[in-house]
């Protein structure tokens, strides 16, 4: 009796692991918690495209944008921890918003699950092209001169325009004060009109306008030269070092997503990212792309938490 119980059981164990689907066996939402066209939303899209082929799964993109992000990663809170819900989440949205505020709503290292990073950029520091200053450190004399008179503007002070201007502040000694804006695009705006005298803006944003010739471009935040403005210099070669951020992108899922499930993801992103197809594209809007294993691209996310909850209780941001 007992043998043919256990031959039963055997065969209900044997049938059941036979009925479940692998995954991914059907599609997989990806949340992007900012507005169309923005510099998450493209790179966002750039990676599904590739996803889709790869994992033979639509991806379905659903933008939720609202308050910087918070939005969208309730949405994903709310998601089944299978894998068919995911998020496109950047170091904005959930580590400085987190680290200028003590009272955030949410965690970053409890609330979600980082799988695997996928592009970073660079800020730009720009300036009005009629500014009488030709580089960083003449316009660190020139800002001297004037102290607490001229006026910078950022998307607000979680950032990471924000955090590039208070970290060159902070390097320098220069003070100015703090225009605050909806978008990249109205300060840049702004700018170009005069109003303010500079921005140290995402790269995306700002690029094609230094190219141009509409604004100065002085340096970038990178600790390379980036690749659409190969003739501007770090600010570490531009004579102040320690001026060093980058944003990045990654893919992230909710608590208790499995591991197995979580690897499998982590590794299709990566081979997506290393693709020479996806690079350019990514590369063509102003990313460089990372292709971040989940274990690299886990320390990662943990190491930026730390580093900015820091910085912002130094400089007495952190509220």
Do not use: C
Request: hydrophobic content about 45%; aromatic content about 6%; proline content about 8%.
């Amino acid at each position: 009796m007992r043998a043919l119980l256990g031959l039963a059981l055997s065969v209900t164990l044997s049938a059941s692991a036979f009925a479940a689907d692998p995954y991914p066996s059907r599609p997989i939402k990806l949340l992007i918690p900012f507005p169309p066209a923005g510099i998450t939303d493209l790179s966002g899209r750039i990676v599904a495209e590739g996803l889709r082929e790869k994992l033979k799964q639509p991806i379905v993109i659903e933008n939720k944008p609202g308050a910087n992000g918070v939005i969208g990663l309730k949405e994903l809170l709310k998601a089944d921890a299978d894998g068919y819900t995911l998020m496109v989440g950047n170091v904005g949205s959930l580590v400085l918003n987190y680290a200028i505020d003590a009272k955030a709503p949410f965690d970053p290292m409890k609330d979600v699950v980082p799988i695997a990073g996928t592009a970073e950029y660079a800020t730009t520091m720009v300036v009005h092209k009629g500014l009488p200053v030709n580089s960083v450190q003449e316009f660190i004399a020139y800002a001297k001169a004037r102290q607490g008179q001229l006026t910078y503007g950022s998307t607000g002070e979680g950032s990471l325009a924000n955090l590039s201007t208070q970290l060159f502040m902070q390097k320098t000694g220069v003070k100015m004060v703090h225009a605050p804006y909806k978008g990249g695009t109205l300060a840049l705006n702004d700018l170009i009109a005069g109003h303010i005298q500079l921005i140290i803006e995402v790269s995306p944003v700002v690029n094609e306008q230094v190219l141009s010739g509409t604004i100065k471009g002085f340096a970038v935040t990178s600790p390379y030269r980036q690749p659409m403005l190969p003739n501007v210099p770090t600010f570490a070669e531009a004579g102040v070092p320690g001026v060093v951020v980058t944003g990045w992108l990654g893919i992230y899922g909710p608590p208790g997503l499995p591991n197995d499930v979580r690897d499998k993801l982590g590794a299709a992103i990566v081979e997506v990212v290393k693709n020479p197809e996806i690079q350019k594209k990514l590369r063509a809007i102003g990313f460089e792309p990372t292709g971040q294993g989940t274990a690299e691209f886990t320390a990662h996310h943990a190491a930026e938490v730390k580093r900015w909850v820091a910085f912002y209780g130094e400089v007495g941001l952190r509220k």
